[in-house]
């Protein structure tokens, strides 16, 4: 009986707990995107490390991992930093992605800057 008192007790802890965390933590349908310092609608995936941007107006932006990628310990989480090849509509580049933590990306290149918040994630490809 004792035992699952305290089961009980458990359970409402950490439900409340839960509830805490999904009210604090806005949600948005689609992510923020900041494309050369300018925000505009896209939706973007992530799957393992290869990110995948449609813009607005229909275009695609592509990265894909060029070897090994390097992992940065930081308060909130680790940050994985990868060269990568970046397919822009009618050209590519070759720059940096950074995968933060809590699911933000950001890209770099030459003349290219991409600041992503809530992308969309999932496993290996």
Known sequence: MAASLHISRLASCCLGISTML????????????RINGTVESCRAH???DALTVVRA???????????????????????QRCNVRITLPDDFVYGLQLIK????????APTLTIELEGVSRSGES
Not at 22 to 33: D, F, I, K, N, Y
Not at 57 to 79: A, E, N, P
Request: net charge negative; charged share 20%; with cysteine.
């Open 101 to 108: 933590p809590q699911g933000a990306v950001e890209l770099m």
């Open 57 to 79: 107006d229909g275009s695609t932006i592509q990265t894909k991992r060029l070897g090994r990628c390097g992992l940065d310990q930081q308060d909130d989480g680790v940050m």
């Open 22 to 33: 999904m009210t604090a933590s806005p949600v948005r349908s689609e992510p923020l995107c």
């Open 46 to 48: 992530l799957v393992g």
